[in-house]
């Protein structure tokens, strides 16, 4: 009951949570009135800032051992709507803000309008929809009510869409259409949940539907069909298999600094509310039975994206293939997880670590394999013979991404694995550890392919020599992603604040 | 039969319809259409739950109503987006499919379709 009486009152450092979604919900309108060249400099001067917020929220959570809360309006829920933030939300903000301004950065290249040449519709696009991307992010990782999370997720539709099919070339057109069809396909089904969960429970806060659903000695039937809809909506948008037919044309057509987001963070923020629904919203819910076939999913998905991801004969195919196999990963953690066991914990910092370092692992490698598109011409791998002494530093950043996706240290995906492997030994779920050792060795050989062919001795003609800032953006979120593997152990301390743990030991 | 009832059995089956058409359908523009049929059948369903008012033993709860108004605004946008989006295919390739392998129509066949 305290913890309730906490979830629902204003804490300190409340309001940094109302300025983190303002500041790009402002860039974005801005960018919109203002219009033209002036959408790059608003975007680019408002993601240091963004960046600062998610900082001191992440600070402010790890410092007071809590996670801040805002009541906006001063109206309590049920009414009225709360900003939360966990330890999970402040790494996932912070995480955001890197990549975002890090692709925005690398952006700079294409969709930049020097004060010379006529202003154009595809940067003024870019800049306002990659700022209309971030701020459906930043609700979904603060948002408190199921409701308002439909409307974060349908903002982060509409703009991610468009993104994939900026170019206009047909192949793209087909791509967005596809994603939004399957995206749509999951909010109506999300939404039709949080009818049913609402006309139970008459409210959709996050924290006060977890300790009403809890406090009924069964779960009604009605909590079970919106948890299966909504999840079974959300894993379209996150595009678990079988649900991932849309992602590899998406994200492999996109310009290289939308993939990069798109996959890094976009497919995230739906696992994210997945955790939020099972672990948060009915923890009752969440039985061995249920999440194995999650996690069944799950492995499904790290083989059958792994060995698609052989196969292909592009290079951003490939990536976009090995994001369908990482997403699986992320879904091994929820029978590890479940039921307040000595390894849950472990499991639970596992998941996070694959969230966080796929995130810098694969935008590095979407940006590195756009640069190597743009220097050749084209992306097949078949004829990357060379391209490795023409771009040393752009190989480098695909190589180290390719490390921590392997799971070999030090990168943040090794430590991501091994704390998952840890939990499923300790737990006597031998299967998901085979798998994950069999999606490590898969991972390997499809990095090898590229890799390889890019390190012989043959001379390339490429257009230009790729710019150095921008193969340097590449290089530092691989860095990132290599960097998290020696996070401290105070940094899973961060991971651990908030999580629901008191519900389930209940039981 | 209560009309409460009533409207509840036709936002189920307006769901189903919906549902069915979405994921059978292999055109864009029939999965478009299905789409809206599915949302008005959630919408139907949010109806019921505000004059259910479960929330705090109104007569009807204001609630529900008011995420009906969002959710057709966002229904309506994600419509207008899909349609544009088709549109555009059409123009650009001269058919409103996905199926990559699919002849292409003539204009004139596409723009009756």
Known sequence: ?507 | MSAATLAGLTGAALVGFGLYGLLTDPHPLRKILAFNILGSGVFLLFGIIARKGAAAGFTADPVPQAMVITGIVVAFSATALAVALLLRLFQETGRATLDPDASAKTPDAGADG
């Open chain 1, 1 to 507: 009951m305290l913890a309730m009486a906490l979830a629902l009152a204003t804490t300190g450092g409340g309001y940094l949570l109302v300025l983190a979604v303002i500041v790009p919900v402002i860039g974005m309108l801005l960018s919109l009135v203002v219009g033209g060249r002036h959408a790059e400099r608003i975007a680019l001067a408002l993601m240091p800032a963004g960046l600062g917020l998610s900082l001191a929220i992440a600070i402010e959570v790890w410092v007071t051992g809590q996670p801040l809360v805002y009541i906006l309006g001063g109206w309590k829920p049920p009414l009225g709507i709360a900003l939360r933030a966990d330890g999970f939300s402040a790494v996932m903000l912070v995480t955001a803000a890197l990549v975002i301004a890090a692709a925005g950065y690398f952006a700079r290249a294409s969709f930049s309008t020097p004060p010379e040449l006529a202003e154009k519709r595809a940067p003024l696009a870019f800049w306002t929809l990659l700022q209309g991307l971030w701020a459906a992010l930043t609700v979904v990782f603060l948002g408190g009510d199921l409701f308002n999370l439909f409307v974060a997720l349908e903002l982060l539709t509409f703009s991610a869409v468009p993104l994939v099919c900026l170019d206009g070339r047909p192949e793209t057109l087909a791509a967005a259409l596809r994603y939004l069809l399957f995206a749509l396909f999951g909010s109506v089904l999300y939404l039709l949940g949080t009818a049913l969960l609402y006309g139970s429970y008459g409210t959709l806060d996050i924290a006060l539907l977890a300790y009403r659903i809890s406090a009924e000695p069964v779960v009604a039937p009605a909590v079970c069909v919106a948890a299966g809809l909504m999840t079974a909506g959300l894993l379209a948008k996150a595009a678990l298999f079988p649900l991932h037919l849309w992602l590899p044309p998406a994200h492999a057509n996109a310009p290289a600094a939308a993939s990069a987001v798109l996959s890094a963070l976009v497919v995230k923020a739906s696992f994210f509310l997945i955790v939020r629904l099972w672990f948060d919203v009915m923890p009752g819910l969440a039985t061995q039975a249920v999440t194995t076939v999650l996690a069944t999913l799950g492995a499904a998905a790290i083989l059958f994206g792994s060995v698609l991801a052989l196969r292909q004969a592009r290079l951003k195919l490939l990536v976009a293939y090995s994001t369908v196999a990482q997403i699986g990963y992320l879904f091994l953690m929820f029978p590890l997880v479940t039921g307040g066991h000595p390894w849950s914990a472990e499991a639970w910092n596992g998941g996070v670590m694959q969230t966080l370092s796929h995130a810098f692992a694969k935008a590095a490698m979407f940006l590195a394999a756009g640069l190597v598109a743009e220097q050749l011409g084209h992306d097949r791998i078949a004829e990357l013979r060379g391209i490795g002494r023409a771009m040393p530093m752009t190989v480098f950043a695909f190589g180290l991404g390719g490390l921590s996706l392997m799971g070999l240290p030090p990168s943040g995906g090794f430590a991501a694995k091994w704390l998952l492997l840890q939990a499923s030994v300790e737990s006597g779920q031998w299967a998901w550890a085979v798998i994950m050792l069999a999606g490590g060795l898969l991972a390997g050989g499809y990095v090898y392919r590229v890799i390889a062919p890019t390190l012989a001795s043959a001379s390339v003609a490429v257009k230009a020599p790729a710019s150095r800032r921008r193969e340097g953006v590449a290089l530092a979120l691989a860095l990132g992603a290599v960097l998290l593997g020696f996070a401290p152990e105070g940094f899973f301390d961060l991971l651990q604040i908030g999580r629901p743990v008191a519900a389930v030991a209940l039981r």
